[in-house]
C-alpha cells in the first residue's frame, strides 16, 4: 500500500498529507529504497516522452537542434518561445498548426494566457502542453512516408512501435493500454521500471538516441516545462540532473552517474511534487544547498504571508525498504 510522503503546515497544524510511492536505484539497477507500490503499474503520463523521443530518433526523426528535440519532449506551458519552436517543427516537415490532433487549450503560462485572452485569442492545440510532442510524431511519420491523420491511434505503425518500445522497460509486451490527456496511447510501466530507464538514458554512450534525448533535456529545462515549473527549477539547481514530470502527480528522473528516482503521488497533487523530490535528491546525496533546501519546503501562505509549509514528511525515507518487498512500513 502507498505511505505518507508529503505534508502541508499550516500555522504549525498539519492540515493536508499526500500519500504515495516513490523507488531510487543504484546505477547498476540495485535497490537503494522504496516506500509504498513500487512494482504495481501506473500510467507514467509525460515521464514516457523521452521514451518516445527516443523511438522517434531511431525511427528517422531528425531535429534541427538540441532545442527542438528538447521541445519533443515537452510538456510546456505555451510560452511564446514553446509556440515558435512547435511551429518550425512543423514548417519544417511541410506542416502547419493543422495536423495536430491534440486538444485545443489556452496556454499554462499566466503571462502567456493573459495575452491570448486580451487579444481575444482562442485555445489553440500549438498552445496544449504535449504539442511538441505530437509535432515531433508527426515529423517522424513525414519522414517514414506514414499517415498523418491517424497518428494517434493505437494501431498506427508509429504509435505500435513506440508501444513495443515502451512496454520492454518492464519487459512486458502485452499490457493494456490507456489513452492519455493528449489523446495518446498510454503504457503502464512500474515506478521500478520507469527509473531503470531514466538510468538507461543518462548512462547510455554519447551519440546515442538515449544520451541525446537527456543531453537536450538537461540544456533546455524552461522549454521541457516553463518559467518556474518544477523541471525547470530542478535541473538548475542540481548540475547534470535529468528529470521529467508527469501529470497528476508523477516524477522521474537520474543523477548524472544512473543513480535513478520515480514517484507518483496518489491524489495527483502537483504540490507534493517538488519538495518531495528535492527531499529524495538529498537523500541521495545531492548537496544541501541553501536553495536547493529551499525546493523542499514550499511556502503555504495566509494573508499573503508564509504561514506554513509543504515539504516531505520528516523522516520519510528512513522507513524505506528494498523495492523487492511486496509490503512497506508504515510512517
Known amino acids: 500500500m502507498s505511505v505518507e510522503l508529503v505534508e502541508v503546515v499550516r500555522s504549525g497544524f498539519r492540515e493536508c498529507v499526500h500519500r504515495g510511492s516513490l523507488v531510487a536505484l543504484a546505477p547498476d539497477g540495485t535497490p537503494l529504497f522504496a516506500l509504498g507500490e513500487v512494482h504495481t503499474p501506473i500510467y507514467p503520463r509525460s515521464t514516457n516522452k523521452p521514451l518516445q523521443a527516443v523511438t522517434m530518433l531511431r525511427h528517422g526523426f531528425e531535429p534541427a537542434s538540441d532545442a527542438e528535440l528538447a521541445i519533443a519532449c515537452a510538456s510546456h506551458d505555451g510560452e511564446p518561445e514553446h ?15 493543422s495536423a495536430l490532433r491534440c486538444p485545443p487549450e ?38 517514414n512516408g506514414w499517415p498523418l491523420d491517424s497518428y494517434l491511434d493505437p494501431t498506427h505503425p508509429l504509435q505500435q512501435t513506440i508501444v513495443d518500445a515502451v512496454s520492454g522497460v518492464d519487459g512486458d509486451t502485452d499490457t493494456e493500454l490507456g489513452i492519455d490527456g493528449c489523446g495518446l496511447p498510454i503504457v503502464p510501466l512500474p515506478l521500478a521500471a520507469l527509473a531503470r530507464a531514466y538510468t538507461t538514458l543518462v548512462t547510455a554512450a554519447p551519440g546515442s538516441p538515449e544520451r541525446a534525448v537527456a543531453d537536450a533535456i538537461r540544456a533546455h529545462p524552461r522549454l521541457v516545462s516553463g518559467t518556474g515549473r518544477d523541471d525547470a527549477r530542478l535541473m538548475p539547481a542540481v548540475p547534470g540532473l535529468l528529470c521529467k514530470t508527469g501529470a497528476d502527480g508523477v516524477h522521474a528522473g537520474a543523477l548524472p552517474d544512473g543513480t535513478a528516482f520515480a514517484l507518483k503521488i496518489d491524489d495527483g497533487h502537483e504540490r507534493a511534487r517538488l519538495p518531495l523530490t528535492a527531499a529524495l535528491l538529498h537523500r541521495l546525496g545531492v548537496t544541501w544547498t541553501e536553495d536547493r533546501a529551499a525546493l523542499a519546503s514550499q511556502p503555504v501562505f495566509g494573508g499573503g504571508a508564509r504561514v506554513g509549509t509543504v515539504r516531505a514528511v520528516p523522516d520519510v525515507f528512513q522507513s524505506a525498504e528494498s523495492p523487492d518487498s511486496t509490503s512497506s512500513h508504515p510512517l
Open 83 to 97: 509556440i515558435v519552436l512547435v511551429e518550425q517543427l512543423l514548417h519544417r516537415h511541410g506542416l502547419d498548426e
Open 106 to 143: 489556452l496556454p499554462g503560462n499566466e503571462t502567456a494566457r493573459a495575452a491570448v485572452v486580451a487579444a481575444g485569442g482562442p485555445p489553440r492545440a500549438i498552445a496544449m502542453n504535449c504539442s511538441g510532442n505530437h509535432a515531433a510524431l508527426l515529423a517522424t511519420c513525414v519522414v
